[in-house]
């Protein structure tokens, strides 16, 4: 049976800081379910390729579901694509809520697109006004940062999954090692397009 992770160590064995995507080469695959039968996943690419992905006892799940800026709350743990703006504040690109499971997942505020200038943060929202838009306050140990967020940016949540996720249709991600001749799942996310191929992509610009 394929391992559902959850909690605090689902949260340190994926994407637990911005080093995951750096210091550990990654292969990244997209595409849409085909089947799913037994340990092999069978997936179409977006050029129209077959690619079979095995699945392991290892392998780290995890759904991704469209959202509303409404569905952020104060203390809401958050993680907020964003580009800089001349005041020193932050634009969001697209934003991540994170299931309460996987608080503390990627805490801090690091570059994310070197070229560009933007950012990752991950952390609490502090506090959220909405008399001029959206805008946020996001704590992170060590420090916080003020995020302006429109009102028609991407927003997904993040929570540990099962292999109950793998339908046929749904849009993966799949998250394998560097030069492997075949592709072994390490971690994937699973859900409808919008979800995955949306605000999730922020995570993957390093890759």
Do not use: C
């Not at 799949?174 to 397009?193: E, M, N, Y």
């Amino acid at each position: 049976m394929l391992k559902t992770i959850t909690g605090l160590a689902f949260a340190a064995s994926l994407l637990s800081s911005a080093a995951w995507a750096q210091e550990a080469p990654m292969t990244i695959t997209r595409g849409t379910i085909g089947s799913f039968s037994g340990q092999t996943l069978e997936t179409k690419s977006r050029n129209g390729q077959s690619v079979p992905i095995a699945l392991t006892e290892k392998t780290k799940m995890m759904v991704a579901e469209t959202a509303k800026l409404s569905d952020i709350k104060a203390n809401s743990y958050v993680g907020i694509a964003a580009a800089p703006l001349p005041d020193g504040t932050l634009k969001a690109l697209e934003v991540t809520i994170f299931d309460e499971s996987l608080r503390g997942m990627g805490d801090g505020h690091y570059g994310w697109d070197l070229t560009g200038g933007n950012t990752m943060t991950n952390g609490a929202v502090g506090s959220v006004q909405t008399t001029s838009g959206h805008t946020m306050v996001i704590d992170y140990k060590g420090g916080s940062k003020t995020v302006t967020v429109p009102d028609d940016v991407p927003v997904v949540t993040i929570k540990p999954a099962d292999s109950a996720i793998l339908k046929p249709g749904a849009r993966v991600v799949v998250f394998s090692p560097k030069g492997a001749t075949s592709v072994t799942a390490d971690a994937l996310i699973a859900g409808p397009r919008k979800a995955v191929f949306g605000p999730f992509i922020a995570l993957l610009r390093q890759a």
